[in-house]
């Protein structure tokens, strides 16, 4: 009976995971991705083409509506990479903080003629009628209250990472997802990171090494950057390292593992990132470093290795079958102001081809935010709008990546492992095993 209970919820997951392989934005044939020529279509000496001769230069139609509600680091992200792929545009922002709007707007006109409504207040921003969709940019502590008067819209809603920075709140926002007459986005935008959409397509798709046994992935950074009143180095406000941060990374690994995870060990703390830094008195307590070891129902087994104390910023995945093995990497030397170099590379053996690649976004939607990441994340978020299928992340991947961190998290507290059978009952979480 257990076995066919996991069997059951495998398939499940296996379902989710069809639109990663199945609905790559990039490999979509219609009319919304006929070739364009962006270098030229600015060029100065091709402004002599009018509209009535643009084919190749021309740009698409902006058929919706978006205000921007957070217009920090993130939400300026998302005005420009919706302002760069023109299916939508940027009607309005939001933010508490007038000094975050003043800039985002100024930043906003050296790429965009368009005039932008500021919004008074919250309820202003989620119900003017001309607007189709809603992006909550805001710091983590505040995604749940915010999304109270956001889903009362009925608009589409895109919600960054970390969807809440605890367990009952983003239960809360899945059980809300779930009877919602439109849909919330979740913003784990890595999924479409260019050496993640390739290694999804091996491993997933062609099924290039066999059955996977293991999965290990590791980020090494610099510290959390610098937030308006620095919600980001405190647990409280953050929701935690391993949950503001690595929530992109366990929805890499439960999407690769295609299983459940069974329980959690890890091993972690705060080595060298402020730990001398103080505001109105209260101390820094986030974590700058873990290794985090997940077993999943189906046998797969996974590691995850976090610094934040690098110089500059690497990524490696490698997935481990029974028939090859995958290594994927990112390398971004921010300091030398080069764009990121990705690699993935096939190890078959005697048993198929092996292969080693670069891969790669053009260079103008690679810059424009989390190495292109976002920009695809926009083609599924509009893709959705328009009723097509998508890869984006729902809300219920949102909150098994969150149960996966919040467990690491327990388990560095606590000092050992951590059954997510019985972290879940403990959190009033437990139906959601059988999902």
């Known amino acids: 009976m257990e076995c066919r209970q996991t069997e059951i919820r495998t398939n499940r997951i296996k379902n989710t995971l069809k639109n990663i392989t199945n609905a790559d934005p990039r490999l979509k ?16 000496g091709q402004q002599h083409i009018t509209a009535a001769d643009q084919y190749l230069y021309q740009r698409p139609t902006a058929r919706h509506n978006l205000v921007v509600i957070g217009t920090g680091t993130i939400g300026q992200e998302h005005m420009r990479v919706a302002t760069l792929l023109g299916r939508a545009q940027i ?77 009952a709140d983003a239960a809360a926002i899945e059980a809300m997802a779930r009877a919602y007459s439109s849909f919330i986005q979740i913003g784990l935008q890595y999924r479409y990171k260019a050496q993640y959409i390739e290694a999804f397509h091996e491993a997933l798709g062609r099924d290039s090494l066999g059955e996977i046994k293991t999965i290990s992935l590791s980020e090494y950074r610099p510290p959390f950057l610098d937030k308006v009143e620095q919600w980001n180095k ?15 990374y366990f929805d890499l690994i439960n999407l690769l593992a295609q299983s459940q995870p069974i329980k959690v060990y890890a091993s972690g703390g705060q080595g060298v990132n ?21 077993d999943y129902a189906n046998g797969t087994r996974a590691n995850f290795t976090l610094n934040m104390f690098c110089h500059d910023f690497s990524e490696e995945l490698i997935v481990s079958g029974d028939r090859g093995r995958l290594t994927a990497k990112e390398l971004f030397n921010f300091h030398q102001q080069q764009g990121s170099k990705a690699t993935l590379a096939i190890e078959a053996g005697e048993l198929g081809p092996s292969k080693t690649m670069d891969v790669t976004y053009p260079a103008l939607i690679e810059q424009s935010g989390h190495h292109g990441a976002t920009y695809f994340e926009h083609i599924a978020f509009v893709d959705q709008l328009e009723d097509k299928s998508v890869s984006a992340a729902t809300p219920l991947q949102g909150l098994w990546s969150m149960i ?15 059954d997510i059978n019985e972290f879940m009952a403990a959190n009033g979480l437990a139906h959601y095993t059988n999902d």
Do not use: W
């Open 29 to 44: 044939k219609n009319s919304l991705y006929k070739p364009r020529l962006r270098f030229f279509e600015d060029a100065p």
């Open 91 to 167: 009607h309005g922002i939001y933010d508490a903080q007038e000094h975050s709007m003043d800039i985002a707007e100024a930043n906003f006109a050296g790429y965009s003629d368009k005039s932008l409504l500021r919004y008074p207040d919250l309820e202003s921003a989620c119900n003017d009628p001309a607007v189709d969709a809603l992006f909550i940019c805001t710091p983590n502590y505040t995604h749940f209250n915010i999304l109270q008067t956001a889903i009362k819209s009925g608009k589409a809603i895109f919600l960054e990472k970390p969807m809440a920075t605890d367990l």
């Open 234 to 248: 405190f647990n409280i406000t953050s929701g935690g390292t391993l949950v503001e941060k690595c929530c992109h």
């Open 274 to 294: 402020f730990v001398d830094f103080q505001r109105v008195g209260k101390k820094s307590d986030i974590d700058d470093h873990a290794f985090v070891v997940i």
């Open 404 to 418: 996966v961190a919040s467990a690491a998290q327990a388990s560095m507290a606590r000092g050992e492992a951590v």
